[in-house]
């Protein structure tokens, strides 16, 4: 059974950082992509971005430049390194598992509010 536990969000002003941090169970890393979605109040959910089994990483271009998103194979965990952060970056976070052999396994979710 895989599990992921985001956490790391908070209220932060504009212009601050966070970083988000991931943690999964029963996942095999070198076999699936993971991935950061977001989801604003009243919107869809959209992808914020990737890292593939191989390492190779995509972000949305609302975000390119800003955000960072790596793992740590060894502690089973994927983070989002989140700079310059806007008003705009204010939604609830998933962690999930977007290709691979355990895909579709989503995250509670982690709040991220940026004031102005």
């Known amino acids: 059974q895989v599990q992921l536990v985001e956490s790391g969000g908070g209220l932060v002003q504009a212009g601050g950082s966070l970083r988000l941090s991931c943690a999964a169970s029963?996942?095999?890393?070198?076999?699936?992509?993971m991935g950061w979605y977001r989801q604003a109040p009243g919107k869809q959910r959209d992808l914020v971005a990737t890292?593939?089994?191989?390492?190779?990483?995509n972000y949305a271009n609302s975000v390119k430049g800003r955000f960072t998103i790596s793992r740590d194979i060894a502690k089973n965990t994927v983070y989002l390194q989140m700079n310059s952060l806007k008003v705009e970056d204010t939604a609830v976070y998933y962690c999930?598992?977007?290709?691979?052999?355990?895909?579709?396994?989503w995250g509670q979710g982690t709040q991220v509010t940026v004031s102005s």
């Open positions: 999930t598992v977007v290709k691979g052999l355990q895909a579709g396994y």
């Open positions: 029963g996942l095999i890393f070198s076999m699936n992509a």
């Open positions: 890292v593939t089994s191989g390492g190779v990483t």
